[in-house]
């Protein structure tokens, strides 16, 4: 939390009007302003009023925010601290940032400070968003570790851009963010309506970037994948309209993504709705649309056997399909 004595209000509104100009200056490249100057931290910095530990704490600095570097005098670096709180409201997460610290002028200790000058920073950057994506897979993950993950993979492309982590570190940051996100909107009543349009939208801005940078890659591909998320039903409410949509959704994107990491994976989802298609017309009595989805859901299974014949996906396809083809139901209570 920022701290600031209310009788140096004439110093707080410089602070305030020269932040204001970074910002101008970090939307508007024609400005002139200096890539280099940017860097991020390691690890949680307090940021001073002066260069001194003893003088008053006006903000913290986390893993991943970033800095604009004014000034060094070792052991210190003066800063504008988390400055990109400042970003387009386009660009500002739907959840997760709330409680970001307000931007602020002061001295940081110069240890941690890495920016796109840092020799090797970009497999520094990555290294660290790394283990930070891994200890928040484990029980008991530090508070706001995978945020900071995420921030420090975006530092990676935004600062090294043609760095062979690049790509990688984009993906990464932006599929962070989007587990982040669905995670939360899951857990609100409107995820359980069947109409997707019902519930908050995951932020697809980083995911068509990738796109948008990387068409033709895997990563595109990924973000592509991912992007379905916001086109699924909540609670199918049994119901053949959502799964019938659905698998005509992963179907297109497999024919679009043919080689892609995803396309098998997608192929195996359409296949498990059209079996519960199958399901859901037979206790309806349409023998012609049941027959009809189980056909489908052969011909999906057999062309994985083709095109992904070592895949788990194939695998958990063919016996799906063996369930259908021995008129086991795969939707609801299977027992006779």
């Keep these: ?40 931290v390691l690890h949680e910095a307090n940021v001073y009023v002066a260069a001194d530990p003893n003088s008053q704490r006006v903000s913290t600095v986390l893993p991943g925010h970033e800095v604009v570097v ?32 307000t931007p602020a002028s002061g001295w940081i200790r110069d240890k941690g400070v890495v920016g796109p000058t840092t020799p090797e920073g970009d497999v520094i950057l990555y290294g660290a968003a790394a283990n930070l994506e891994d200890a928040a897979s484990r029980p008991n993950a530090p508070k706001n570790a995978a945020m900071q993950a995420h921030l420090l993979y975006r530092r990676v492309s935004d600062y ?6 690049a790509p990688e570190a984009a993906w990464r940051s932006a599929d962070i963010r989007w587990q982040l996100e669905k995670r939360d909107i899951s857990s609100l009543p409107s995820a359980h309506e069947q109409d997707p349009i019902l519930r908050p939208t995951i932020y697809e801005g980083e995911m068509k970037k990738i796109i948008k940078n990387d068409r033709g890659s895997k990563y595109a591909a990924m973000a592509a994948y991912e992007m379905l998320d916001n086109k699924l039903c909540g609670d199918w409410q049994g119901l053949p309209k959502c799964p019938e949509k659905e698998a005509d959704l992963y179907e297109k994107y497999a024919r679009q993504f043919p080689d892609g990491p995803r396309t098998a994976q997608a192929l195996y989802n359409a296949v498990y709705r059209e079996a519960t298609i199958v399901t859901m017309y037979t206790v309806q009595e349409d023998k012609k649309k049941a027959d009809a989805a189980a056909s489908k859901t052969q011909a999906l299974a057999a062309e994985m056997k083709t095109k992904f014949p070592q895949a788990d996906d194939t695998a958990r396809a063919v016996s799906i399909a063996y369930k259908v083809a021995q ?5 609801g209570n299977d027992r006779d």
Excluded: H
């Excluded at 090294?160 to 982590?165: A, G, I």
């Excluded at 008129?327 to 939707?331: D, E, H, K, V």
């Design 1 to 40: 939390m920022r701290m600031i004595d209310l009788g140096r209000a004439g110093v707080v509104a410089m602070l305030v009007a020269a932040c204001a100009s970074v910002w101008a200056q970090k939307r508007d490249n024609s400005s002139g302003y200096d890539l280099a100057a940017r860097a991020t």
């Design 327 to 331: 008129g086991i139901p795969i939707y």
């Design 160 to 165: 090294f851009p043609q760095s062979r982590l």
């Design 70 to 101: 004014v000034e060094r005098s070792s052991p210190w670096v003066k800063v504008f601290a988390n400055t990109d709180v400042q970003e387009d409201p386009e660009d500002k997460p739907e959840f997760g940032d709330e409680n970001a610290p």
